[in-house]
Nanobody, 127 residues
């Protein structure tokens, strides 16, 4: 069974940095498109970042572009989201997602393009 487990969330102050990790078990991450989504209380889950299965291309939501960086290490079956210059608006539960499907990078900004999801990790940014 494929499982995704997020870690690294916590409470930080505005302007701080935080690094989230996603560990994949049940299969190698090689060949998987990997994404990060986030969901604030009372709001729908929204796209944050994605990286192609080759690691050659990335895409980000406008709200995080320039501050967040997604990366992958297929030898360790791990995907990372480096978050810098955090804002209170970044407060949310962050979810890791994976897809074995093919497609253009823009396809993977949509929730229904993913096959597997983690349980999420809480990120809280205080002002």
């Amino acid at each position: 069974q494929v499982q995704l487990v997020e870690s690294g969330g916590g409470l930080v102050q505005a302007g701080d940095s935080l690094r989230l990790s996603c560990a994949v078990s049940g299969r190698t991450t090689r060949g998987l498109v990997m994404g990060w989504f986030r969901q604030a209380p009372g709001k729908e889950r929204e796209f944050a970042a994605v990286i192609t299965w080759s690691g050659g291309s990335t895409a980000y939501a406008d709200s995080v572009k320039g501050r967040f960086t997604i990366s992958r290490d297929d030898a360790k079956n791990t995907v990372t989201l480096q978050m810098n210059s955090l804002k209170p608006e970044d407060t949310a539960v962050y979810y890791c997602a994976a897809s074995s499907r093919g497609g253009l990078l823009g396809v993977f900004t949509r929730r229904n393009s993913y096959d597997y999801w983690g349980q999420g990790t809480q990120v809280t940014v205080s002002s």
